[in-house]
């Protein structure tokens, strides 16, 4: 299984930038999707994820500016920024599970090689 990710870059910070991230080879039903994110010297948080049937959850500093959604028949997720500030600059990491325990154990089985958002102030 393999994650591609896209459309990161750099935005002005109050700007909007969207991500996808395609899951590709023995991708039956994924169950659990979603965006962590790491600054260089820090843990990774976590962005958003989305269960199969469209439960999500949000990172505290990113609730009401973020939205996650997916699309079940392309195996994608996507990941809309809007309001971005300089301290969502951090390079984004798609995960993807098969086990709906991931959802509790917050442990993946999949994650993607990672795409650098930049928001300049």
């Known amino acids: 299984v393999q994650l591609q990710a896209s459309g990161g870059g750099a935005v002005q910070a109050g700007g909007s930038l969207a991500l996808s991230c395609v899951v590709s080879?023995?991708?039956?039903?994924?169950?659990?999707m979603g965006w962590y994110r790491q600054v260089p010297g820090k843990q990774r948080e976590l962005v958003a994820r989305?269960?199969?049937?469209?439960?999500?959850e949000y990172g505290d500093s990113v609730v009401g500016r973020f939205a996650i959604s997916r699309d079940n028949a392309k195996n994608t997720v996507y990941l809309q920024m809007n309001s971005l500030k300089p301290e969502d600059t951090a390079v984004y990491f798609c995960?993807?599970?098969?086990?709906?325990?991931?959802?509790?154990?917050?442990?993946?089985?999949?994650w993607g090689q990672g795409t650098q958002v930049t928001v300049s102030s």
């Open positions: 989305i269960t199969w049937s469209g439960i999500t």
């Open positions: 080879g023995d991708e039956d039903h994924i169950n659990v």
């Open positions: 995960v993807a599970d098969r086990s709906g325990h991931s959802w509790y154990t917050y442990d993946y089985q999949y």
